[in-house]
């Protein structure tokens, strides 16, 4: 079978058709969602839906805060982020609600992916292949979830960009022209000037293409040139920088088009100086450290703390399956799209310039399945080519046509039917935004709002306050402190809120962040356990108070509580000395079968002994205590003791949940205060309160 598919002849209205057809398609795709949801009152924030991704408020913050031309000293506000100034001037030029624009920004520029890959298609003369792959690149699991309505985050243009790289690249390889280099730089300086990350991507671009240059025609100049001009939108430079120097250079070439070749290596050698005098190879090892090499604890200043990545499901193994449905929506597609994309490198060679963007999709399979996104197009176009391929035999042109409809509409369907399952809720509720809402009102903008990293960002965003954790600043040395607050008992959660907030406004200061270490270090103790001995037999030594400090308890915290315990149920100072961790375990899968009430992972009570048993053992119940709300929203409570051992049970028959917990959980800030509404009133004043949501004030 003949590799090389006869070529086509597409004039510019049918590419444009077909443009517009694959946009609209996945915009299509990607209103499901908003379809589906838009019933759900609790969904909306003033008068539109909310966004479906937490990171998303980091960015709207630093929009907010543009259109309002202001924000406060080291709030961590991204005023300068590119999505934020992009979000900021399209609020200003287009007539919708700001909330309406976030939702539907990941929508329309995700969407935008479909451009690049038609006009792939068409440098290469297989504009069908190249309109197959928009169809199913647009809309497969893993790029369709990170550009849906609603997720708003740098994804919305994370891969287009990379994808109009490769275009560039491929525009250039197939024509040898001069005036194709430009795109290629331009391209690139947008890419990194979007998202810095993509150093080692575009690094790996500089690579392939020498090599390209070396196995296929290594004494052709322009592969070099092409590689120069990749070195250019890869140096770490102000992209106007950039852009000037890529013209010069350009001017050079188009004006003296036969330079003498040692001249050129003297301009290549010194932009690659310059390269490395700008940081080279750091950013890839760090990146390479970050994801392929992650230990389980980091050390600052000889204390080790615990990893976040060992938490995010998103930087953890992944099994085939479920790599294959994310790249190509189903695991049959997947292997064809394999299959289609080796075939498809044999007979058009500029094709490789892709390998970078598949390998950094595969290491998904050990590095985390965010890094799939990156594979779906070159495995879109890799499909695309092979029905092209098996389909060319076919004589009759309505039959072949009619043929690549249903193996394009097999390819697609399975994504359908994940895109109309897939009903992501919104981050929080309009309740939950309610009270964020409020707590703004009544906050300073200099005040802290301590909680889990999770709900940093939309604290932040909702309330227009500080936090000490959020979803870009959570490393060890902060999510210690935080994790100690919600879990300890309410004496040294006080004491280590104040410690933390007045430590970091320190840190700013004095440019200092291992806040943990300092604290040590200034008081004295060996460790944090000593350090709170001393604070209770002598209370005046907290800081003095520059700022007013809460504590944000929400319901959803509960079923993560075991794991925000991790990060400070930990020796410091000898890592290998493992501590046991304390038993939590909550469920809203309950059966009463009348003497025994199940709960499911083998629990149950045995209401007539008044005992548990987990795993065929007895464990006796040391309190059962049973909290609701009545018809005033008031809390009630009934409490029964058993034992002067084992474990308590709290049934919360508001929500229809069971707690089972040791000592160590009963007793933490977090169950106390949210689940019994009991605080010190001398450490602690509610503030605000209802069964979603607890916001207490510092007191100390």
Known sequence: MKLQLPNETTNTKTVLLLIVVAYLFSLAMRYFWVMEVQAIPSFYWNHALMINTNDGYFFAEGARDILNGTHQANDLSPINEPLS?????????????????LLTMPAFLGSLIVIPLVLIGRSLNQTTMGFIAALIGSVAYSYYNRTMSGYYDTDMLNIVFPVFEIYSLILA?????NRYLIPITVSIALYQWWYPQAYSLDSALFGIIIA???????KNIYFYKIALFILIGILSLPIWMKLLLALAIFAVFHFQPKQNQKWFWALFAGVALLYFATGGIDPIWGQLKSYLFRESTSNDAELHFYNVAQTVREAGHIPFTVFAERISGHTITFLLACIGYILSLI?????????PLVALGFIAMSAGLRFTIYAVAPMALGFAYLVLLITQSIEKRWLQIVTLIVFTGVALYPNYLHIKEYMTPTVFTTQEV??????GKIADREDYVISWWDYGYPIRYYSDVKTLVDGGKHSGDVNYPASYILTQPQQNAAAMARLS??????GFENNKSAIIAQMLKESKADSVDDMMVNLQLNPTSLPKPTRDVYLYLPLRMMDILPTVTLFSHLDLKNPDNKEEQPFFYTTQQIQDTGKIIELGNGISILKEKSILTMGGQEVPIKGFYEVGYNKENKLQMNAQHFSSEGLNVIYMASYGRFVIVDDFYFNSAYIQMFVFDHYDPKLFEPVLS???TKIYKLKV
């Open 173 to 177: 390889l197939t024509h040898q022209r």
């Open 434 to 439: 309610s009270m964020l809402d409020k707590l």
């Open 501 to 506: 907030v007045e430590y970091t406004e320190k």
């Open 85 to 101: 100034l992009l979000t900021a001037w399209l609020a200003k030029i287009i007539p919708v609600s700001f909330e309406t624009l």
């Open 212 to 218: 390209y240059a070396l196995f296929s025609d290594r």
């Open 690 to 692: 209802d069964p979603m």
């Open 347 to 355: 007979a058009y060679r500029p094709l490789i310039i892709t390998l």
